[in-house]
């Protein structure tokens, strides 16, 4: 693996840019009031920084440097896309488009069953994921890029487990807490800032650890793969659900590298890879597999992608409808319009039209990826570390 130049960080730096531009609104209630309270020019900031590493970008003039350019920067531009989705999405209930209102508290895909609610769908994918691990009562168990603990929350009451979760966003860690603590969790599950390529804990720390749709955003798999071997107990387990590109996907093809680049500007993604590179990094962070497969090619009469492709078809909820609606032509087009307004009246933050236009465009991108086979994001492996494996710091 070639070394991967990682950020010096900086948490003082990060808690007065945070504290600026968010102020106190992470522990107030997510509403339309509260995105107005934030910094108008720290969201300028926010947003201008995130799309300069993207503006200009197109599949037809797509060279090798091209795809290099953002990992030098990805610590900063992964802080970036996360504030300027939340300043779009936690606190706008009527733009938002994958962010906390409507995706609820937990950001990822999930499989369906006919009927199934979205809510009950996410959890049941959240479930299946400690399953598969068997995680056990009492296991410390770390989650890796824990958003806003969504998962960290469910999971440590679906396994009866003390859960970690890791993140190098202050503002989603505070909103993460102010949600355990409504909820009475006290101990049970803690959130800390950190970046998963250089995680401050010990070595042999954690029984257990899993990641949720978060280590594709990481400059290397083998390089974040390897940390957590770090942080795992000798015989413990590591269990992740990654964004691929499958092998169906074809670099040479213009169509293709459109899919995979709509998914990577819209979701601050620096390089998708291919499953087969997934699994060799695993591998060489020391990993032995036992299990992997894509959930999406699971014979479901529902598509992992139906929310984003605005289908009403496959509704499980009367609950799932307006999440639905802002994702078809009509809503998407009202959001477009009315963001629009907003920002000329100087109700909503310089960017927010652009940044709901350009996680349209990516939702677009992921239908057609998963329609044509070409993405996935729940490819499942769950490796162990050998019990031999000594208290290696490296």
């Known amino acids: 693996m070639a070394p991967v130049a990682l950020e010096t960080e900086d948490h003082s730096r990060d808690a007065q840019f945070n504290k600026a531009m968010h102020g106190a609104s992470?522990?107030?209630?997510?509403?339309?009031?509260?995105?107005?309270?934030?910094?108008?020019?720290?969201?300028?900031?926010?947003?201008?920084?995130?799309?300069?590493?993207?503006?200009?970008?197109?599949?037809?003039v797509e060279t090798e440097e091209d795809r290099e350019v953002p990992i030098t920067a990805l610590p900063a531009m992964l802080r970036n896309v996360t504030d300027a989705h939340t300043i779009l999405g936690q606190e706008n209930p009527i733009c938002n488009i994958d962010q906390t209102n409507g995706w609820a508290q937990s950001f990822h895909f999930c499989r369906y069953s006919k009927g199934e609610a979205f809510i009950q769908a996410l959890a049941r994918h959240e479930?299946?994921?400690?399953?598969?691990?068997?995680?056990?009562?009492?296991?410390?168990?770390?989650?890796v890029g824990c958003g806003v603990g969504g998962p960290a929350r469910e999971i440590a009451k679906f396994a009866d487990v003390n859960v970690t979760g890791l993140n190098n966003n202050d503002y989603q860690i505070q909103r993460a807490t102010t949600y355990a603590h409504s909820e009475?969790?006290?101990?049970?599950?803690?959130?800390?800032?950190?970046?998963?390529?250089?995680?401050?804990?010990?070595?042999?720390?954690?029984?257990?650890?899993y990641a949720i749709e978060a280590t594709v955003h990481a400059p290397s798999l083998e390089g974040v793969y390897s940390e957590i071997f770090r942080v795992l107990k000798p015989g413990g387990v590591f269990g992740v659900y990654e964004w691929l590109m499958t092998e169906r996907y074809d670099n040479d093809n213009a169509g293709h590298r459109g899919i995979r680049i709509g998914i990577e500007q819209g979701d601050g993604i620096s390089n998708m890879v291919k499953v087969a590179e997934a699994l060799k990094a695993l591998k060489a962070a020391g990993f032995e597999?036992?299990?992997?497969?894509?959930?999406?090619?699971?014979?479901?009469?529902v598509p992992w992608y139906y929310p984003l492709a605005g289908d009403f078809s496959h509704m499980g909820s009367f609950l799932d409808f307006f999440r639905i609606l802002r994702l078809t032509k009509i809503g998407r087009g009202a959001i477009h319009r009315l963001v629009g307004a907003l920002e000329v009246l100087g109700l909503a933050p310089?960017?927010?039209?652009?940044?709901?236009?350009?996680?349209?465009?990516?939702?677009?991108?992921?239908?057609?990826g998963g329609k044509e086979k070409l993405f996935t994001p729940m490819y499942l492996m769950v490796g162990r570390k050998p019990s031999s494996a000594g208290s290696s710091t490296s």
């Not at 599950?189 to 970046?195: L, P, W």
Request: aromatic share 10%; glycine share 6%.
């Open 26 to 60: 992470a522990t107030e209630g997510i509403n339309f009031m509260a995105m107005l309270k934030k910094d108008s020019k720290a969201q300028k900031a926010t947003v201008d920084e995130y799309f300069k590493h993207w503006d200009n970008k197109s599949a037809a």
């Open 127 to 143: 479930h299946y994921l400690a399953h598969k691990m068997n995680l056990k009562s009492g296991m410390e168990v770390l989650d």
């Open 184 to 209: 009475g969790f006290g101990k049970q599950v803690r959130f800390v800032k950190g970046d998963f390529m250089q995680m401050s804990f010990e070595p042999n720390s954690f029984d257990a650890v």
């Open 289 to 301: 597999i036992e299990h992997h497969e894509d959930l999406a090619e699971r014979p479901d009469s």
């Open 350 to 368: 310089h960017g927010t039209q652009k940044t709901a236009d350009t996680l349209a465009t990516a939702a677009d991108a992921l239908v057609a």
